[in-house]
C-alpha cells in the first residue's frame, strides 16, 4: 500500500521545467457546474515571485488549494515542477489564510511549526532532533522564537501570522504559495514577512503570494497574475477590481 505522505510516491522535480503550468483548469466546489476557477491557464517561472491579485471570491484561496491536491481538478491539468500533482508533493507548501485555522487547537507554537516537517516523516514516525532544530531555526528567522513554548491560542494577529510562516518555511519547499500573509498584520510583521520573502527568493525557490496589497509591494514582485470570478484578466481590468475597498481583513 502506497501512502500518500510517504516518500513512496515521490518524483523528484524537474528544475528546468516551470515551477507550476496549469493548463484550462477548472474547479468547482459542487456537483453542479458553477466552477470557482474557470478555463484557467498560468505558468510561473522557476525562482519568481508572483503576486496574486484580485477582489474577494475571485478565486485565489480555490487556485491555491487546487495546486495543493485538497480540490477535485473537474477539467484541465495541473504540474509542479514538470510533474503531474502529488509526484512531488513536499517541494510545495501552503500557508492559508489565518482564518482558515483553528487557534483554539490545544498545541504549543513549536508543535505548530513542527508540523511543517510532518510531509517528510511518514505515518507513525515522531520529529527527530534535526526537525525541531529545523522548526526552532524558521521560528528565528520570523523573529518569534521566544514565542515557541507558547500555546497558539495566546497568540495576537501579527504573531499568528509569523508561526505561520515559520511553519511554511520549516518544511523547506521549493514553492510557496502563501495565502494574504500581510492582511492585518503590524508593520514590523510586514517587514519580517517581506525580509523572509526576499530570502526565500535567493534561495531559488518560487513564492506566489495572493495579496490585496500589490500597488504597495510591487517592487517585490516579478510579475502579477490578476483574477476575477474565477478568471485571469489583463491587469487594466484586474486593478480596477483588486483595491482594498473589497478586502474584508483589515
Ligand atoms: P478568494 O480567495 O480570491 O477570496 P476563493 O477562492 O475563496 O476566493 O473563492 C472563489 C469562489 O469559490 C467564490 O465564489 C467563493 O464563494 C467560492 N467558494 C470558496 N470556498 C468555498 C467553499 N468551501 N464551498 C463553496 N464555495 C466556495
Ligand atoms: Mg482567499
Redesign the pocket.
Known sequence: MIFPYCQHRHSSPDRQAPALKIRSLRVS??SEDKF?LKDFDISIPAGSATALV??????????F?AVCGLLPVRNGSIEVFGRALGACHHRVVYLP?RSAIDWFFPISVLELVLMGRYVYLGWFKRPVKADVDLARQSLKEMNALDLAGRQISKLSGGQQQRVLIARALAQDADLLLL?EPLNAVDASTRETVANVLHKVKSQGKTVIV?THYYDQEEGRYDQAVY?KD?KKVDPEQGEDDSGHKDCDCR
Open positions: 466546489y459542487s470557482a484580485g477582489p474577494n471570491g475571485a478565486g485565489k484561496s480555490t487556485l488549494k489564510q495565502d495572493a483574477l474565477g
